[in-house]
């Protein structure tokens, strides 16, 4: 087994919304968007960090202790693997396996492919949650490594996907549309956020889009939550959803209907 190494923020057991069956979710670090909603805004860096945080000790006492959080660590793709392994008979029973989230997976790509080889070797199932937002060649190189890929369409619009997550839409798009050439197994994920991606526009152009997909039959619909909100806080970040009014649940329903409608089987939640 290969000595490469990677930087992994969190590893998650007995996860049930990543993917199908019982599963591992592990964490890498870094990625290359920076959604206004991102849940998990500790992964956008991808070296590890140090936080310091300051405790007040009561209500407008000036006195205080300081903590020192760390996030992210180096780990070998042997620690890894040795985790997962652990936990293989709750993959054969349930038909789960292994999910590589983020961040985003692919902003490691050697580590990544080097953990999706050794899990192949030992028939574990594979999931890729990601933004597809890679090069060609990074998405060509892993792409028969994986199972099942998690696939996220968040915006159309190339202006606003650029305006809430900082980068443009067209090698997500185009990626999407390189592995539905190659018959992949994915899944489309779709967040809703109130006044930006659950817009009736926004639905359509989705919609439309991934008919043009071949292979795409699943749609993952991903309610905003504020969930992420103490995470903003404790690591002192600004927080641009802060007090956003969530989605009633007849508008996510409608989102449903819409897809159903076209033949789509999908799921609220992950």
């Keep these: ?102 961040g985003e997976p692919l902003m490691q790509p050697d580590f990544l492919y080097e953990l999706l080889l050794e899990c192949r070797k030992r028939e574990i199932h594979t999931a890729l949650d990601t933004s597809g937002y890679a090069s060609s060649e990074v998405i060509s190189k892993i792409s028969e490594k994986v199972d099942l890929f998690l696939y996220d369409l968040k915006l159309m619009d190339e202006k606003e996907h650029i305006k809430y997550t900082g980068v443009s839409n067209k090698p997500i798009l185009e990626n999407l549309k390189g592995l539905s050439e190659e018959n992949r197994k994915i899944i489309i994920r779709i967040p809703v956020i109130p006044g930006i991606t659950d817009t009736d526009r926004n639905i359509n152009q989705i919609t439309e889009f991934v008919l043009s997909v071949n292979n795409v039959k699943e749609i993952d619909l991903l309610p905003y939550n504020h969930l992420g909100d103490s995470k903003y806080t404790r690591f002192n970040i600004p927080n641009r959803m802060a007090g956003l009014k969530l989605s009633p649940s007849n508008t996510i329903e409608k989102i449903k209907e819409k897809f159903e409608n076209k033949n789509f089987k999908v799921k609220i939640g992950g």
Aim: hydrophobic share 30%.
């Design 1 to 102: 087994m290969t000595m490469t190494k990677g930087i992994v923020f969190d590893i998650k057991k007995y996860s049930i919304h990543d993917g199908p069956g019982i599963r591992t979710t592990v964490f890498l670090k870094g990625c290359p968007l920076k959604c206004w909603w991102c849940q998990n805004p500790e992964s956008q860096k991808l070296e590890p960090e140090i936080i310091k945080k300051i405790n007040r000790r009561k209500h407008l006492d000036l006195s205080y202790s300081e903590t020192i959080e760390r996030i992210g660590r180096e780990i070998s793709v042997q620690e890894i693997i040795a985790e997962i392994e652990r936990d293989l008979v709750f993959y054969d029973q349930s038909g789960g396996g292994v999910t590589f989230s983020g």
